[in-house]
């Protein structure tokens, strides 16, 4: 059985639960759009994994040494 991920909704969580600890407002924007991007480009490309394989499993290793080039 493979899970759905909403690459908004995980990006937007994953987000929330890390945020920026820079000093500056310009550092912390920076950090948290960097932050954000990667995690949806990632929950895309298990979205499109998941959509080939049977188990949850097998998409979390076929994406876990990819680059996400943002």
Do not use: G, H, V, W
Request: hydrophobic share 35%; charged share 30%.
């Amino acid at each position: 059985m493979t899970l759905s991920i909403d690459p908004r909704e995980f990006a937007k969580l994953t987000l929330l639960a890390n945020p920026s600890e820079s000093e500056s407002i310009e550092e912390k924007a920076k950090d948290s759009l960097e932050l954000y991007l990667s995690a949806y480009k990632l929950a895309e490309k298990y979205e499109r994994f998941s959509n080939n394989t049977q188990e949850t499993s097998e998409a979390f290793n076929s994406i876990r040494d990819i680059e996400i080039n943002i």
